[in-house]
């Protein structure tokens, strides 16, 4: 028998635990469907995806290219390992992703989920040391950034710094070098740039024997709310990693797959990382997968004679999921097919116009945005920036009313989220804007006004 909506709403209450949620407190949204860039939900109400279903998906939903492709996989076979064994579509997708990455960027480890991927990459860092050229088993460290979002394992919470999260697991953390990261909203950027990387610079002098390598989310760093870096700081920090002989690697599993308006995030800068993370949108955000893309050089260390033990002692069960390949390959497709990056320009655009709009706001701090990703942060004093008490949820309250309105958008804390579908249409923008225009309206002139 069909459950109803009732029996789905108390169950999904009891019995699913739910990510980064108060289960007390809890009220469920349950999609039953979706079409294009339009979530359905159990009581057929039509919400636009406006955080693309936790910043994944990339063509819209359903998209006929990709559901296709996963079917014809279904026909051939669901799964292989990875361990020592492969199928056709994963091959033909890793070729493909060191096409489209820069320079040496050939050899890609999948995974299944962004922290995975961060967990091979940190481990691939540490292990280079001690197998390169001219060894140095001494560089054991990290350097990460304050309030840097990379995954919640162990491994990326240590590197991570989002306090918030994670203060509780202290313990279990591994000590790392943590930096601020220059925000592009201080009005000397110029000088909060160079002051960032002079920082960096005397962190790399001084430990650079130690530290194996530099982690970093470029140009935006995401679940910290969007907090943007200022042109030339991605480019500042590759210098210096190069000329202090530390590795980079770069999580682009947020910022990657067009997002920013190019493929992915280190092309804005001109840089080629050492190690490039990608996840989220890998698979057009249908199915778990994510990778870590390492150079020659890196490559290189891990060969050796069998006896020599060389290899990457890690794997994940459904790493390179050939259904998930099979995903990801037709999402690449498509973003030739549909020239996605080509219409990236004038939807940016627009979404620049509203922000600009909403940043007039009594109640707006900031609008701000990096390609197709916005934030707009909801303050009590747009003078002087001060913030409303965290505990009244402005953020919560904005997005509760989006959702009485058709759209679905999810906050961090007080910053509102803008990030659809690459694939959203100028009409769905306008609507996503303009509701969120009267929702900020809504929750914070209506309180204000009250005696
Ligand atoms: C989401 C995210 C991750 C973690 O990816 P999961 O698939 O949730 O494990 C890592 N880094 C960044 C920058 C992210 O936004």
Redesign the pocket.
């Known amino acids: 028998m069909t459950p109803t909506s009732q029996q789905l709403h108390d169950w999904d209450k009891h019995y699913v635990w739910h990510a980064f949620t108060q289960m007390a407190c809890y009220e469920p949204l349950i999609i039953e469907s979706a079409e294009g860039c339009e979530l359905i939900d159990t009581e057929g109400r039509r919400l636009i995806d406006g955080v693309s279903s936790?910043?994944?998906n990339v063509h819209g939903h359903r998209h006929p290219t990709i559901d296709a492709a996963i079917q014809t996989q279904l026909g051939k076979v669901a799964h292989v390992t990875n361990l020592g064994c492969s199928n056709s579509t994963t091959i033909q997708l890793a070729k493909r992703l060191a096409e489209l990455t820069p320079a040496d960027l050939d050899h890609v480890f999948f995974c299944?989920?962004?922290?995975?991927?961060?967990e091979v990459a940190i481990k691939l860092a540490f292990q280079y040391w001690h197998q390169c050229k001219n060894p140095k088993p001494q560089k054991t460290s990290y350097i990460g950034f304050e309030d840097?979002?990379?995954?919640?394992?162990i491994g990326?919470i240590s590197v991570?710094g989002v306090d918030r999260f994670n203060a509780v697991f202290q313990p279990l953390m591994f000590p790392v070098h943590r930096l601020p990261i220059p925000d592009r909203r201080v009005p000397n950027k110029e000088t909060s740039c160079q002051h960032h990387l002079q920082m960096l610079e005397e962190t790399l002098a001084k430990h650079h024997e130690s530290i194996a390598a530099v982690v970093i989310?470029p140009l935006v760093?995401?679940?910290a709310g969007m907090i943007m870096q200022p042109a030339g700081y991605l480019r500042g920090v590759r210098d210096l990693t190069q000329k202090y002989d530390v590795l980079m690697i770069a999580?682009?599993?947020?910022?990657g797959m067009g997002r920013t308006g190019t493929m992915f995030g280190c092309q804005q800068e001109d840089v080629v990382p050492d190690i490039l993370?990608l996840?989220?949108g890998l698979s057009g955000g249908y199915l778990?997968m994510?990778a870590a893309i390492a150079t020659t050089e890196i490559w290189n260390a891990y060969l050796g004679d069998f006896a020599a033990a060389k290899q990457l002692c890690h794997g994940h069960t459904f790493g390179g999921n050939p259904l998930s390949a099979a995903a990801a390959m037709a999402t690449l497709d498509v973003f030739e097919q549909e020239d996605t990056l080509a219409q990236l320009p004038a939807k940016i655009q627009r979404i620049a116009q509203h922000l600009s709009r909403l940043a007039e706001h009594p109640h707006v701090g900031d609008a701000r945005q990096y390609g197709m990703i916005a934030a707009v942060e909801l303050v009590k004093n747009h003078e002087t920036g001060e913030h409303f008490p965290w505990t009244e949820r402005h953020g919560h309250q904005v997005c509760q009313y989006a959702l009485q309105h058709g759209l679905w958008i999810r906050p961090l804390g007080d910053v509102i989220v803008i990030m659809p579908p690459l694939a959203v249409s100028m009409e769905q923008i306008d609507t996503m804007c303009e509701v969120i225009a009267r929702a900020v309206d809504h929750v914070t002139l209506s309180k204000a006004s009250r005696p």
């Open positions: 936790m910043w994944c299944s989920d962004g922290a995975s991927a961060l840097a979002y990379h995954g919640d394992t990326t991570g989310e760093l995401g679940a999580d682009e599993v947020a910022v993370c996840g989220k778990p994510s």
